[in-house]
């Protein structure tokens, strides 16, 4: 059972899985799929998406079967309700074996902006500026961009038997150092993975560049 993530980070990690099926026979027959979130408001065919991106970049290119796919609703009438069937679909699956995470400038894992507690569950969540203003050049200006989100949470994800965070580039310098070597904090999501006993951040020179 894969978690897995949107943003740019994780492009390459799916080229690599789509490889793999293509080239040397790797099946996706029997994965199951948890992605970590969606944007609240938008239809699973705009192209901004998650559900578009994931199929875009990995889905569409690979075997795994379109009723093992899960990724939140962006549109849907009770949030609570669908956020709950999400924590209850993850845990009927068996949980999460390996979960991918990138990591915003915020600190987030998933869209857990500062602020999430540890013990967070699937839920919406309203999206911080530093967040709205990296997606908008995606959405052709900030104004475009969903205010909020539905996504896992950090106790979500943190419930995950192993996870492994991907940053690249300086921009995320700053972030990973405090994750890494900052306290343990909501102020920084991503500094609970300090406490998880099999998480592992993958770096690039200019990510690790302050460590
Ligand atoms: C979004 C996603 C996160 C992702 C982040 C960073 O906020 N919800 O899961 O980690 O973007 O994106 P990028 O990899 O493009 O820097």
């Not at 796919?69 to 209850?88: F, M, N, W």
């Not at 839920?123 to 200006?141: M, S």
């Not at 205010?147 to 940053?167: D, V």
């Amino acid at each position: 059972m894969l978690g897995l993530a949107t943003g740019s980070t994780p492009v390459p990690f799916y080229q690599e899985l789509i490889r793999l099926h293509r080239e040397e026979g790797m099946s996706f027959a029997r994965v199951i799929t948890f992605n970590l979130d969606e944007y609240r408001g938008l239809d699973r065919a705009h192209p901004e998406s998650y559900w578009s991106f994931m199929h875009r970049q990995l889905f569409d290119h690979i075997d795994v079967p379109a009723e093992s796919i899960h990724l939140p609703l962006g549109i849907v009438d009770d949030v609570p309700a669908h956020c709950a069937a999400y924590e209850q679909a993850i845990l009927a699956a068996g949980g999460i074996d390996f979960q991918l995470l990138g990591i915003g400038r915020t600190g987030h894992i998933g869209f857990n902006e500062p602020g999430s507690p540890r013990d967070s569950r699937t839920r919406e969540i309203h999206l911080d500026p530093i967040t709205r203003q990296d997606a908008a050049p995606a959405f052709g200006g900030i104004e475009q961009v969903p205010t909020t989100a539905i996504t896992m949470g950090c106790g979500t994800i943190l419930a995950a038997r192993r996870i492994a965070l991907l940053a690249f580039g300086s921009n995320k310098a700053a972030i990973v150092k405090e994750a890494i070597e900052g306290p343990v904090t909501d102020r920084v999501s991503a500094s609970f993975l300090q406490d998880h006993p099999d998480a592992a951040f993958y770096l690039d020179a200019e990510a690790a560049s302050l460590l």
